[in-house]
RNA sequence: GCCCAGAUGGCUCAGUGGCAGAGCACUUCCUUGGUAAGGAAGAGGUCGGCGGUUCAAUUCCGCUUCUGGGCUCCA
């Protein structure tokens, strides 16, 4: 260790035996094997604050590799950062790591932390760091990324790391943590590099926060549209039949249907006209439009009499098409075309996620053919639209822009004018937005509208996208004022972005406890004895013809176990129906969005469920 | 597509190199009950598919399909 400068914990720093770091002037945390002078810096008491699980966090992650070099001597290390939800630590190893092996590393962590080794830091020339590394082909990948002379070792008993920190003083603040998940991770994330193992996992300063966390996680769980989704018999896969094709159940179909009706009086009242293109198109039009270039290996093709054939992988060339059919002036713009358009992508096989993410799915996609000038304008309205949407369900959401990506069709200068354009109309109107350098469309730029799942995490849903390159393909015009012929901008939008999608996001968001607008089964009757059976299907039918899905559940079985069956369902209203209700044509509610019962007439009730039909209006 | 882990009645899950198990759901019967599981009987599985090892495979091995957790990519 010659040459090495070394850090040593200066007693006068240490203001209690609680301090796990410091926090310099520019808000970056210095540990304590760093800090020379407290003068100027703020203590990290070693409690749950951000900065403080930062620290050990990361210090857990290098524990965790510490236990890992005891059990497999030969593995050799990548990087450990923390993220949002924990660490993790990417590593090659000979051996096959699983699940099970998780409980083995998180003992090996338990049996060090009770070494009670303090980490040490001590720094070297990146010079000596290549040789001291020089048979390890990660660690000198990491230094090839450090552009720094210097660098430095951070070392708990035998271990040692190259890391530039911050970490705890000593294992001791280690002690509540856990091992969540292993995966696979390419290699400087670089899908053609080698894949390296992970393990995940999470850290807190005390044990009950862990298990809070822990706990919340399984009530997440709770959540997953896939098990609720089995649960209520909304939708189903077959394994037969193929992966990422969704089939919809009675329940789940009723509810897509209330979406649907919901939104196509939404995009009609918004002066959309409906229409709808074919499933397949020729080859030839793909070729023009550019997908078959930049988008052709997520499309599936066929052949039909020698001819080859592309399934729409998106709607706009039919929209285009049917454009193009009748001559357009400037007074028909902007022009909305809309349909419920049923597209296929050849999405990769391990990227499949229930609903989430399906290789067939139904898109709420519209186009609007405007002017230049009518950009900004139409770009608001749409973003209006999807607020109004977002709002009738109570999400929050974020907006990017998406720039051009690498496989793209069009001038640059063209790019930047849509670009421009969508970024004016946001700013305009003073709404937030960040930026998604080269996620845009390869036919334009957009806005994309992000809702976050049970889970936490982030769905791409809603999307608006400028395109001067489509018109310009399919040399689109319509008449200007002036009796010249002009190309028209097309505007790409979906709000919902899917309904498999926005289905499985609704059902996470609420639980399965859809509000009555939405509910597969709105209402059901409980009839006490056979004798109330009548008046039951009678009140079921009165619902029916307004629009309300209502069954009667008259199955022999006893009065309990049919309400415990209707609540399992999680249907708004039970509705309870004996010889009181018959004979004072009346309704005893079990209202199960309140958590109450009360008595109605059969005329309150009807005015308060028309009333909650509306809630689903916008 | 890549890494890891799985697949046992409709569902949730036990279990085993030698006869396949439970709860719920389902069917029939009894029960007609006033707000979250009344009772009895019954039916239902080539242990995901194909191949191999073995006297014998649901169990061990290989491939494959599908599922789950990630990576990469996307609505």
């Not at 808000?27 to 703020?42: E, L, Y």
């Not at 009950?208 to 919340?216: C, D, G, K, Q, R």
């Not at 999400?395 to 496989?407: C, D, G, L, R, S």
């Not at 019962?597 to 509306?614: G, W």
Request: net charge negative; with cysteine; aromatic share 10%.
């Amino acid at each position: 260790m010659k040459n090495h400068v070394k850090y040593k914990n200066d007693k006068r720093f240490i203001l209690s035996e609680n301090i796990i770091g410091y926090i310099d002037g520019h808000g970056n945390i210095i540990d304590t094997q760093t800090a020379q002078d407290p003068c100027g810096v703020t203590p990290i008491e070693f409690d749950n604050s951000q900065k403080a699980l930062e620290i050990i966090r990361h210090s857990t992650a290098h524990l965790m590799a510490q236990a890992i070099t005891e059990l497999y001597p030969n593995s050799q290390f990548f990087v450990g950062p923390v993220v949002d939800e924990g660490f993790y630590y990417d590593f090659r190893v000979d051996e096959k790591i699983g699940e099970e092996d998780l409980k083995t590393i998180e003992k090996k962590m338990k049996e060090l932390i009770k070494k009670k080794y303090i980490i040490e830091k001590y720094e070297i020339s990146k010079e000596e760091a290549l040789k001291k590394f020089a048979n390890d082909d990660l660690k000198l990948a990491v230094l090839s990324r450090i552009p720094d002379n210097v660098v430095s070792i951070y070392k708990q008993g035998e271990f040692e790391d190259l890391c530039r920190g911050p970490h705890v003083p000593g294992l001791r603040f280690l002690n509540n943590f856990k091992l969540t998940r292993v995966a696979g991770a390419y290699l400087g994330g670089d899908e053609k590099a080698e894949m390296l193992t992970r393990i995940y996992g999470i850290a807190f300063a005390d044990k009950e926060s862990l298990n809070a966390h822990m706990t919340m996680l399984e009530e997440a769980k709770k959540r997953d549209h896939r098990k609720i989704g089995a649960e209520m018999e909304l939708f189903m896969f077959n394994e037969e039949a193929g992966a990422g094709l969704p089939f919809w159940m009675p329940q789940g179909a009723k509810l897509r249907v209330k979406l649907e009706e919901i939104l196509h009086k939404a995009h009609r009242i918004r002066g959309y006209q409906p229409v709808r293109g074919p499933e397949i198109l020729r080859s030839d039009m793909w070729r023009t439009s550019g997908h078959y270039a930049c988008y052709g290996e997520n499309m599936y093709l066929t052949e039909i009499d020698e001819q080859e054939y592309g399934i729409k992988p998106m709607n706009c060339i039919g929209h285009i098409q049917i454009f193009k059919q009748t001559q357009k002036s400037y007074r028909d713009l902007p022009l909305k075309f809309y349909e419920y358009g049923v597209v296929h992508r050849h999405e990769k096989s391990g990227v499949l996620h229930g609903l989430l993410r399906v290789r067939e799915f139904t898109q709420d996609d519209a186009h609007i053919f405007c002017t230049p000038e009518q950009i900004s304008s139409v770009v608001l309205e749409v973003v209006e639209f999807v607020d109004a949407v977002m709002k009738l369900f109570g999400f929050n959401y974020t907006m990017e822009v998406a720039t051009k990506p690498e496989k793209a069709i069009g001038e640059d200068s063209v790019w930047e004018l849509a670009t421009q354009g969508l970024k004016d109309a946001l700013d305009g109107n003073s709404l937030p937005y960040t930026i998604d350098e080269g996620g845009g469309a390869f036919y334009g730029p957009k806005i994309d509208v992000k809702i976050t799942d049970a889970l936490g995490r982030k769905w791409q849903c809603g999307t608006i996208q400028v395109d001067f390159n489509l018109p310009q393909r399919f040399d689109i015009e319509y008449v200007a004022e002036d009796n010249t012929r002009r190309q028209p901008v097309m505007i790409h939008r979906a709000i919902l972005g899917s309904f498999e999608r926005f289905i499985a996001i609704l059902t996470e968001h609420y639980a399965g406890e859809f509000p009555f607008f939405l509910a597969p089964t709105q209402v059901i009757f409980v009839p006490i004895a056979q004798s109330h059976v009548a008046y039951a299907n009678t009140l079921k039918q009165v619902l029916m013809l307004e629009g309300i899905d209502a069954e009667v559940s008259d199955k022999n079985d006893s009065l309990n176990k049919r309400i415990r069956t209707a609540e399992k369902q999680r249907v708004p209203y039970v509705v309870v129906i004996g010889d009181e209700e018959v004979g004072t044509q009346t309704v005893a509610i079990r209202d199960r969005r309140a958590k109450e019962q009360y008595n109605l007439t059969q005329d309150e009730f009807m005015v308060k469920l028309k009333q909650q039909l509306q809630e689903g209006k916008i």
